[in-house]
T-cell receptor
Framework: GDSVTQMEGPVTLSEEAFLTINCTYTATGYPSLFWYVQYPGEGLQLLLKATKADDKGSNKGFEATYRKETTSFHLEKGSVQVSDSAVYFC?????????????FGKGTLLTVNP | DGGITQSPKYLFRKEGQNVTLSCEQNLNHDAMYWYRQDPGQGLRLIYYSQIVNDFQKGDIAEGYSVSREKKESFPLTVTSAQKNPTAFYLCATGEGAREQFFGPGTRLTVL
């Protein structure tokens, strides 16, 4: 079945550091890929998405490129801020025969220190 | 103001009790989902519904039940058969497009 593997945390960075959170996936077809962010005590918010190979999703300074050849969708940001501290989830969506099924990684906790 | 609301934000259950978590949406989405989140486990699908009066089991449906009598509402009941119900519960909606939109969540604690 489909699966998503993302780097284990926690990740701790200083403000203005470069961020990379690795994500790789296994899927039978051509999934859409997503990064969601969860702030403490809240639900998930869609951060960015890509629906086909070589697409780059971007939002709020975060970027991720859909790499079919390496089955990866790594999240990057050039200069993190304290407000970026949150849990980040990589996810894929694929048609499951009767619905679109969203499969999540286990999440990566990011802490940014001033 | 469009969105997804979940209530209550915090819920406490005694052993042997059934409790119902509310999820309401005004996004006019057909599909609705319930997920359970445990620390370090990511999200796991409990139930989903594509249309009114129809719903399907997800990966961890045992000990849970749902109904979908209205398009806007998809309540989840955590029954006494669920042996380890303490978790964060998230409701989501989707409409054709592959992404899902999440509510703020309900934290359930068993006393």
């Amino acid at each position: 079945g489909d699966s998503v593997t993302q780097m284990e945390g926690p990740v701790t960075l200083s403000e203005e550091a470069f961020l990379t959170i690795n994500c790789t996936y296994t899927a039978t077809g051509y999934p859409s890929l997503f990064w969601y962010v969860q702030y403490p005590g809240e639900g998930l918010q869609l951060l960015l998405k890509a629906t086909k190979a070589d697409d780059k999703g971007s939002n709020k300074g975060f970027e991720a490129t859909y790499r079919k050849e390496t089955t990866s969708f790594h999240l990057e940001k050039g200069s993190v801020q304290v407000s970026d501290s949150a849990v980040y989830f990589c996810a894929l969506s694929e048609w499951g025969g009767s619905n679109y099924k969203l499969t999540f990684g286990k999440g990566t906790l990011l802490t940014v220190n001033p | 103001d469009g969105g997804i609301t979940q209530s209550p934000k915090y819920l406490f259950r005694k052993e042997g009790q059934n409790v119902t978590l509310s999820c309401e949406q005004n996004l006019n989405h057909d599909a609705m989902y319930w997920y359970r989140q445990d620390p370090g486990q990511g999200l796991r699908l409990i139930y989903y519904s594509q249309i009114v009066n129809d719903f399907q089991k997800g990966d961890i449906a045992e000990g849970y039940s749902v109904s979908r009598e209205k398009k806007e509402s998809f309540p989840l009941t955590v029954t006494s058969a669920q042996k380890n119900p303490t978790a964060f519960y998230l409701c989501a909606t989707g409409e054709g497009a592959r992404e899902q939109f999440f509510g703020p969540g309900t934290r359930l604690t068993v006393l």
